[in-house]
C-alpha cells in the first residue's frame, strides 16, 4: 500500500540554524501538507501546497518557513532560523482527492 | 469557520467494556469528518471517515461513529475496548467544500484501557 514517508525521523539543531524536513508523498497525489504537533498539544494547520504554490497558510507558517517541490517526488518544509518554540512533531500530508489525507510519520524536531 | 470538540481529554475503560469517545463540530458547510488515532510516539493513522454518504461509518480495528447532523456530532464507539485500543485519538473536520481543505483537529482524547 502507498505511504507518505519522511525523513529524518528525528533532528536535533541548535537555535539559529536552517533546517530543512522532507517529505515523499503519495506518487500520484496533488495536493500536500505540513502539520505540526507541539508537544502535548494538538496537531495544527502550517500550510498547503498544491500546483506548484502555497494554496493556504496559517499565522504560525510566517517568513521563517517556506515550502518547495524541487522535483516530482519531494516535498520540503524549511525553516530559515531556528527558534526554541520550532520544536515539535511535523508531519506531512498528501491527498488525490481534497478529502482524505495521508500522513508520514513524522519528524521530531529538537532546538537546543 | 469549522471547529472540533473533543469532550473529554482523558477516558478510561476496562478491556472487554464499552468505548464512547466523543465529537462535537461546527461548520458552515456539509463537513467531512475523520477520526485519526496516534500510538505512542507513532505516526496518525485514519481509523475512519465521513464523507456525505452513509451517516453510520465502520472503520477499521472495530471501530464505529454515526455522523449526526441534528446534534452536530461524531462520536466514536467500539463494543469491546482491547488493551492495544490504548492511544490518543483526534476528531477532524475538513472544510472541503468551503474553500479550504485544510484539516482543523481536536485537541484528543487519550484513551486509557484497564486490565
Known amino acids: 500500500e502507498p505511504e507518505v514517508t519522511q525523513t529524518p525521523s528525528h533532528q536535533v539543531t541548535q537555535m539559529g540554524q536552517e533546517v530543512i524536513l522532507r517529505c515523499v508523498p503519495i506518487s500520484n497525489h496533488l495536493y500536500f501538507y505540513w502539520y505540526r504537533q507541539i508537544l502535548g498539544q494538538k496537531v495544527e494547520f502550517l500550510v498547503s501546497?498544491?500546483?506548484?504554490?502555497?494554496?493556504?497558510k496559517s499565522e504560525i507558517f510566517d517568513d521563517q518557513f517556506s515550502v518547495e517541490r524541487p522535483d516530482g517526488s519531494n516535498f520540503t518544509l524549511k525553516i530559515r532560523s531556528t527558534k526554541l518554540e520550532d520544536s515539535a512533531m511535523y508531519f506531512c500530508a498528501s491527498s488525490g482527492d481534497l478529502y482524505e489525507q495521508y500522513f508520514g510519520p513524522g519528524t521530531r524536531l529538537t532546538v537546543t | 469557520a469549522q471547529s472540533v470538540t473533543q469532550l473529554d481529554s482523558h477516558v478510561s475503560v476496562s478491556e472487554g467494556t464499552p468505548v464512547l469517545l466523543r465529537c462535537n463540530y461546527s461548520?458552515?458547510?456539509?463537513?467531512?469528518l475523520f477520526w485519526y488515532v496516534q500510538h505512542p510516539n507513532k505516526g496518525l493513522q485514519l481509523l475512519l471517515k465521513?464523507?456525505?454518504?452513509?451517516?453510520l461509518v465502520k472503520g477499521i480495528n472495530g471501530f464505529e461513529a454515526e455522523f449526526k447532523k441534528s446534534e452536530t456530532s461524531f462520536h466514536l464507539t467500539k463494543p469491546s475496548a482491547h488493551m492495544s485500543d490504548a492511544a490518543e485519538y483526534f476528531c477532524?473536520?475538513?472544510?472541503?467544500?468551503?474553500?479550504?481543505?485544510?484539516?482543523?483537529f481536536g485537541t484528543g482524547t487519550r484513551l486509557k484501557v484497564l486490565a
Open positions: 461548520s458552515s458547510y456539509s463537513p467531512s
Open positions: 501546497f498544491y500546483n506548484n504554490e502555497i494554496s493556504e
Open positions: 477532524v473536520v475538513s472544510g472541503a467544500g468551503s474553500g479550504t481543505y485544510k484539516y482543523i
Open positions: 465521513y464523507t456525505s454518504a452513509a451517516t
